[in-house]
Every structure is written in structure tokens, then in C-alpha cells.
């Protein structure tokens, strides 16, 4: 099976030869067809670059893309069969719901009745039948996502690119979303990649996923892979705020002297008296399904994460912590 | 604890105002609105009401009395066929001048719009502006020597044995005369000229506000740049295109000077304004007149709103 997209050594620098910017540095992707993909990182971390890359809006200045085998490097955004919802929305203003999901298909010369019929399933498809004749400045944040996303997948692409398309979202409608291009994603076997600084939002949608720092991918994998088995302490750190463990603290909690990282759900409270593990409780945070218990031992702050119902020691006091040897995850890298 | 107030105290005249401005926030309003309304109404529309008041009356033919009954008769006059010539000259003078400016002005706002950027936005206002800081009849008297027989345009047409076709252009019956400075095309080009700015500034606004990302998602969905431009790019721009194009339009039709200076003497609304409110004395056929560009920009307008133009505002 061929890949939807890959990346070949791929490189995106701005500014002069002599003091680049290195946004895409070197880097290497292959994304399955009909999977989710979510490129995962902090802002400047490349990730909307390589997004940029795969439409056609950024030419890379070293290495090579291919779309489903075929080299891009000299092929135009409207001739590559790759459509992108903008972190924007970007809906013509000028145009009604209809029109502006009809678009990617009056440009193609299709006549208006069957454009018509088109954006009226595109619209069913997300939900928003009787919408066609608003203008975009008559919907709500969320309607206008849907139409967004309407308009990307009349065209029926090879690929779909999501810029950061929940960003504009509140919470409640971030997630019914989420649950929404999944099964979308589902259903229609169309290759999603989807970039995103959230990594809840990455790790519950992804099939995999990339993690990018600097230009560069820190990690490719399944969410349970990068979440379990972080390879580096950035990836560790950004993805699910683990606890990056020092070699020296590493060695204390019973392992070997390398960097290691432990999630804080795999941290127990246990009684101070007797146990090699103990610190000091320096602060609570209650997160309502649960409560972050901060503890200072050997120098380094732990995080803890306790489950709602369990007695909360008090800032200042002592305690002792246990864990499941193999919720330690040493990494190789550092 | 920090032992501060939690009230402030009041410190004199402009707390107390603002306090009043505060309770009472359509004082403030009104207070802000009342002296530019009364200009507006008292001496813009008061006048303007005047004009057309004075465009019902009619002239005594035989004393040049202005008689202060209300008659059509003065309209009626409009539409002597020399008066209707001059009616129809200077239309399609200012639509020639406004599509002129249209298709200069849109490559420079164009560029002004999504890729100048610090300094060259600022060289950009200046090269805008700066034509504006001369008087204007400088400019056209400028003109008329540049495009005089004698001027740089047929000495340099000369040069480059381009002459041939300056000539053929100026053979042209219609927009061609026995040099560019007394040519229907000189007084085009002078007219296109000083009125530019006025059509690259509100063009410019326009684009500006048309984000990138609409661009992309354009070309993103299989547009070329054509299509972009056709259906994207230039229904946004409308709005200013049409602010462009009422100051182009209008100015170009209340214009008295350029076609005097340059050009055949051939007359225009703003001339025959000009001397019928002068030397003839007839001053309800001039206000007539004046009323004629009133009626042609409202027409304008409405089929532009009736064709869309203002849809992206």
C-alpha cells in the first residue's frame, strides 16, 4: 500500500542562507492511508509548516513530498487533491453556505444544479441541512467549522489537512467535535491529518502521531506508544505532563542511572513512616475527577495524581510514595 | 492589607465629567454629534437644498431675471441636444477616467495590500500622497507641457521612432486631436492622473482586509488565479473599488479646470456650471446642471448595490 503522504528529508528554512530559520528541519513522515494523523507540538514547533507543506502553500527548501507516491515539488495547491480546514475557517464572506461549500466544485465547471445537490449532502453530512442560504456571519463558531469542513470534502480528497480546526471552540463543543471527525474519519476512509497543540485532543483522536520540537519529530507513533514509552523528555514532558526523572532521581526511585520519566496516575500515597520514598507535600491542585498532589523528594518536584474520594494529606506534611516498577519508563535518548 | 480606599476620591472637573458621561451615556453622545450634525445639516444639506430649489426656477429670457415660480422648464432645457452633448461628454469622460484609475490603481493597492511591509509600506504612502502636496493646477499646467507638441511625450516618441504611432493615436477621430495636450486622450490621461490617489487609498483598504487564508482556501480548493481573482479577490475589493470610483466619478464630472487647460474647449458639466452661474448669469440652468451628476451618482449606486458591490461589506 502506498503512503497518502511522506516525507522524504524534508526541510522548510526562512530568512537568509547564512542565519536560517529552521520552521521543518530534516524531517521524515510517512502517514498510512486512511489513517488519522495528528502532528502534535507547541506553537513554532513546525507543525503547521509540514501542514503547509503537504497543501501546496509552502515550498520545501530541501528534501522531497510525495502525495501518494507522486512528487509534489512542482505541483500547485489547486492542482493537488488535498483540500485543508483553516484554523480560520476562512469562509468567503461574500458568499452564502451553499455557495461557499459549492466552491471547490464551481471551479471545477460543474454545473449549478448538481453543485447545489452536492452541498446540500455535503451539508446533511455535517449536520447543517437548511443552512444554505445564511452567510457565514449569520453562524456560530461551531457552524462555521462544519461548513469549513463541508466545503474541504466536496471536493472528495485524497487527504484532508485540519489546522488547528477545534482551537476557536469551547470546551463542551471541542469534544462533541472530536467525537464527530472521528466517526467522520471513520465513515468516510478519507487520510485526516490534523495538527494540534493539544495533546488530549492528539491522543484521543490519532491513529498515530507525530510530536514535533524545533523543527524536528521528537516521536512517531500510536497515542499508547508516545504516551507509555516516551522516547525523549520533551515528548515526555509535553505529552500528558509527565514526570521527567533526572538520572540521579531515577537511581532513587529504583531504577538505572538514565533519564527516566513516570506518569503521575502511576504514583500511590502510601503512609511517610519506613519507606525509602518519602517528601514533602508542597501543594494540592483539585481537578475535580481527581486532585495533583505536588511532593518535593531528592531535590526534584513529583506530581501524583490521585483519584477524587481518597484522603487529601495537607501542604507541609510528609508522605510516602510508591509505584508499579514498570511504570518506569527509562529512555534511551535525552 | 494595603489601607487604600476602596472609593476613590473624586479629583475636580474632568472626574466630575466623567462621572456625568458615565450615568448619562447618550449625553456624551449627543454632545459629540450636535456640531457636526448641525454642519452637516445647516450649511451641507441647507445648501444643497438650495441648489435644487434653485434649479425650479427658471430665467426671464428677456431681462435675465431669475423668476421665483416653480417650473420644469429649466430641466426641459437640459435636454437641448447641445446641452445634452455636454451631459453625455463629460459621462463618458468620467467613466472612461474611473476605469482608468480602476485598472492602474488595482496592481498598486494590490501590492500595497499583501506584500509591502515596513519600509516600503511607508514608501508606498508617500509615492501615494506625495502628488497630492502640489497644488493641482501646477500639475496640470505641468501636464499640459508635457504633453504639449513641443513636450517630452512627442520628443521622446521621436526618439525611439515610436512618432508613427503617437500620430496613428492622435489620428484616432474622437480621442485624438492635433496634439496629446489638445486631445480628448490628453485631458484623460491629466484626469486619471490627479484623481489616482483617490482610487488607490479605499482600494487599498479593501484588500487589506481580505485575509490570506482566504487566498489559500481559493487555490485549496482547485481555483486558479484567475478564478481567484474573478471570484474571491475582486467581489472583496468591490466595496472599495466602488469608494474608489464615486470620488473618480464625481470629481471627474464637477471638474472645471482640466478641461479648460488641456484638452479641445469642448465643454463639460463642470465648465458650462462654471460659466452659466458667471457670465451668464443664469443661475437656476446651473444648478440644473449641477443637480445632473446628483441624479447620475445615485443611479450609479443603486445598480452597483442592485449588481452586489456591497454584499462583502
Known amino acids: 500500500m502506498t503512503a497518502a503522504v511522506e516525507f522524504q528529508n524534508v526541510s522548510r528554512h526562512f530568512g537568509p542562507p547564512s542565519a536560517p530559520v529552521r520552521a521543518v528541519d530534516g524531517v521524515d513522515l510517512t502517514i498510512a492511508e486512511g489513517s488519522f494523523f495528528a ?8 507543525k503547521t509548516t ?50 461557499n461549500v459549492g466552491y471547490g466544485l464551481m471551479v471545477k465547471g460543474i454545473d449549478r444544479r448538481t453543485r447545489e445537490r452536492r452541498a446540500e449532502e455535503m451539508l446533511s453530512l455535517v449536520k447543517l441541512e437548511g443552512y444554505g442560504d445564511r452567510k ?199 | 492589607m494595603s489601607d487604600a480606599p476602596a472609593i476613590l476620591p473624586e479629583r475636580g472637573i474632568a472626574d466630575r465629567l466623567t462621572a456625568l458621561f458615565w450615568r448619562h451615556p447618550r449625553l456624551l453622545l449627543a454632545v459629540l454629534l450636535t456640531p457636526p450634525l448641525l454642519w452637516l445639516g445647516v450649511v451641507y444639506l441647507g445648501s444643497l437644498f438650495a441648489l435644487l430649489l434653485q434649479s425650479f426656477y427658471s430665467i426671464d429670457e428677456f431681462s435675465g431675471v431669475v423668476k421665483e415660480e416653480f417650473t ?88 525611439v521612432g515610436l512618432s508613427m504611432v503617437l500620430n496613428a493615436i492622435l489620428a484616432i477621430p474622437g480621442i485624438g486631436g492635433n496634439s496629446l495636450s489638445t486631445s480628448p486622450l490628453g485631458t484623460f490621461i491629466v484626469f486619471v492622473y490627479v484623481w489616482l490617489p483617490y482610487m488607490i487609498l479605499p482600494m487599498q483598504a479593501a484588500l487589506e482586509r481580505v485575509p490570506t487564508s482566504m487566498l489559500e482556501a481559493s487555490a485549496d480548493l482547485g481555483a486558479s488565479k484567475a478564478q481567484t481573482f474573478r471570484t474571491v479577490i475582486l467581489p472583496l475589493a468591490m466595496p472599495g473599488v466602488i469608494a474608489g470610483s464615486i470620488f473618480t466619478f464625481s470629481l471627474t464630472m464637477g471638474d472645471y479646470i482640466i478641461p479648460q487647460i488641456v484638452g479641445t474647449s469642448a465643454r463639460f458639466i463642470g465648465l458650462a456650471v462654471y460659466q452659466l452661474q458667471g457670465t451668464a448669469g443664469n443661475i437656476p440652468l446651473a444648478a440644473a446642471f449641477a443637480v445632473v451628476p446628483i441624479v447620475i451618482m445615485l443611479i450609479y449606486l443603486t445598480i452597483a448595490k442592485r449588481k452586489g458591490a456591497f454584499d462583502a461589506l
Open chain 1, 39 to 46: 502532528m502534535l507540538g507547541p506553537s513554532g514547533s513546525g
Open chain 1, 136 to 334: 457565514p456571519a449569520q453562524l456560530s463558531g461551531g457552524q462555521r467549522q462544519r461548513v469549513a469542513l463541508a466545503r474541504a470534502l466536496v471536493n472528495e480528497p485524497k487527504v484532508l489537512l485540519l489546522d488547528e480546526p477545534l482551537g476557536a471552540l469551547d470546551l463542551k463543543l471541542r469534544e462533541a467535535m472530536q467525537d464527530e471527525l472521528k466517526a467522520l474519519q471513520t465513515r468516510l476512509g478519507i487520510t485526516f491529518v490534523f495538527v494540534t497543540h493539544d495533546q488530549g485532543e492528539a491522543l484521543s483522536m490519532a491513529d498515530s502521531l507525530a510530536v514535533f520540537n524545533e523543527g524536528k519529530i521528537a516521536q512517531i507513533g500510536t497515542p499508547a506508544e508516545v504516551y507509555a514509552r516516551p522516547s525523549t523528555r520533551f515528548v515526555a514532558d509535553f505529552v500528558g505532563s509527565s514526570n521527567v526523572l533526572s538520572p540521579e532521581v531515577t537511581r532513587a526511585f529504583g531504577g538505572p542511572q538514565k533519564w527516566s520519566s513516570l506518569r503521575p496516575e502511576a504514583l500511590r500515597l502510601t503512609p511517610a513512616d519506613g519507606v525509602a520514598l518519602a517528601g514533602t507535600v508542597t501543594s494540592i491542585r483539585y481537578l475535580g475527577a481527581g486532585s495533583r498532589i505536588s511532593v518535593m523528594l531528592h531535590g526534584t518536584e513529583v506530581a501524583a495524581l490521585l483519584p477524587a474520594g481518597q484522603p487529601l494529606p495537607e501542604p507541609g506534611t510528609t508522605v510516602g510514595l510508591s509505584f508499579d516498577p514498570a511504570a518506569l519508563h527509562v529512555m534511551d535518548q535525552v
Open chain 2, 72 to 159: 420644469l422648464k429649466t430641466y426641459a432645457e437640459l435636454f437641448r441636444a447641445q446641452n445634452m452633448d455636454i451631459i453625455l461628454r463629460t459621462l463618458l469622460m468620467s467613466a472612461a477616467v474611473t476605469i482608468g484609475c480602476a485598472i492602474i490603481a488595482f496592481p498598486i493597492a494590490y501590492f500595497a495590500a499583501r506584500f509591502a511591509r515596513g519600509k516600503w509600506k511607508a514608501v508606498f504612502y508617500l509615492g501615494v500622497m506625495l502628488p497630492l502636496w502640489s497644488s493641482y493646477l501646477v500639475k496640470v499646467y505641468a501636464w499640459k507641457l508635457i504633453l504639449a507638441k513641443e513636450g517630452i511625450i512627442t520628443w521622446a516618441a521621436d526618439g
Open chain 1, 50 to 99: 509540514c501542514l503547509r507543506l503537504i497543501s501546496g502553500f509552502e515550498k520545501p527548501t530541501g528534501g522531497t513530498i510525495r502525495i501518494f507516491g507522486q512528487d509534489v515539488s512542482d505541483i500547485p495547491p489547486n492542482r493537488r487533491n488535498v483540500n485543508t480546514v483553516f484554523q480560520d475557517y476562512a469562509l468567503f464572506p461574500h458568499m452564502n453556505v451553499r455557495d
